[in-house]
């Protein structure tokens, strides 16, 4: 990039109004006194390739890419890390000075640093993790807890071959639990997360029984609209500790900033106030 060119950056959806990004990054540049726009693009499927070639012409230096591109930019994207294949979904892209477009996958990140900040006290290897939903979150989600070293993943999704291939793709590590006796795994977890996009505004309740869970036991939600989910207020009432989904939203956009704009930026309260703004 020379020297007076500002770099642009931005998000790509179908819908996007209702993405909190903006507002998360023009809060850092505005920190951090950096010269930078962050914007939100309404982009339909078909012209996804023709706008992702013409973007880093136009100063462009990469974009966030959601709901429903996330799998389709791996055909886009000239290079694309392990991870992201292994998730078989990309969030964040990267358009370099050759010019080939780099694609990651840094919401396993997001997720692991949100449950790091927020419940401090959970060791990964101390026992199995309950995950909740099969589709693009938890595979990212299930990737970084792998990572992570968590002995053992049970997971339950409404559509079991969906989990089934889950654990195929990752491995003997997971074991899959039928949607309608997750209740009664949860009393073996020491961590329970729902990745489903069930008791957000919106969609329906998640209604598996919660009695099971123990008391201390870490409980996250990856939805985070509304931020205290029944979810999470029915588990804070049994004496589990509860993480929202925002910090997840917050750290996933640090590794991306930081190579957009050439500056680590720090999640704290102020982030947090800006994303709910
Ligand atoms: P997705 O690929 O469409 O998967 C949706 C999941 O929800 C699937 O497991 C699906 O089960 C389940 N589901 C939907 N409706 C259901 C119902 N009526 N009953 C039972 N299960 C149902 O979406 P995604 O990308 O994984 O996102 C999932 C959620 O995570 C969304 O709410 C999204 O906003 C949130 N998210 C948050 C962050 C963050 O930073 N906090 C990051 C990524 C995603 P089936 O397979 O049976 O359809």
Not at 247 to 258: D, I, K, Y
Request: charged share 20%.
């Amino acid at each position: 990039m020379s020297l007076n060119k500002i770099p642009l950056a931005g998000v790509i959806g179908s819908p996007i109004a209702h993405s909190k990004s903006p507002q998360l990054h023009k809060h850092w540049l505005k920190t951090y006194e950096m010269q930078g726009f962050y914007i939100p693009m309404d982009i339909p499927s078909a012209d996804l390739r023709e706008v992702l070639l013409t973007l880093p012409k136009m100063g462009f230096v990469g974009v966030n890419i959601t709901i429903p591109h996330k799998e389709a930019v791996l055909e886009i994207a000239d290079l694309i890390t392990d991870r992201a294949t292994l998730i078989g979904a990309a969030n964040t892209l990267i358009f370099r000075k050759d010019g080939k477009i780099h694609a990651d996958n840094t919401d396993g990140y997001g997720f692991l640093e949100n449950l790091k900040t927020g419940a401090p006290q959970w060791v990964p290897q101390a026992g199995p993790a309950v995950v909740l939903g099969a589709g693009g979150a938890a595979r990212a989600v299930v990737a970084s807890l792998l990572d992570a070293g968590v002995p053992e993943i049970l997971i339950s999704n409404r559509t079991r071959v969906r989990a089934d291939k889950l654990a195929a793709d990752f491995g003997q590590r997971l074991k899959v639990v039928d949607w309608v006796q997750a209740g009664n795994v949860l009393e073996e977890a020491v961590l329970t997360v729902n990745t489903t996009s069930l008791g957000m505004i919106g969609k329906p309740e998640l209604r598996v029984p919660l009695d099971g869970l123990r008391k201390g036991t870490v409980v996250t939600d990856l939805v985070y609209a509304p931020l205290q989910t029944n979810f999470l207020r029915e588990a804070a009432a049994q004496g589990c500790v509860t993480v929202d989904g925002l910090g997840m939203l917050l750290h996933q956009a640090v590794p991306a900033f930081e190579r957009w704009f050439g500056q680590r930026p720090v999640v704290d309260s102020a982030t947090r106030a800006a994303a709910l703004r």
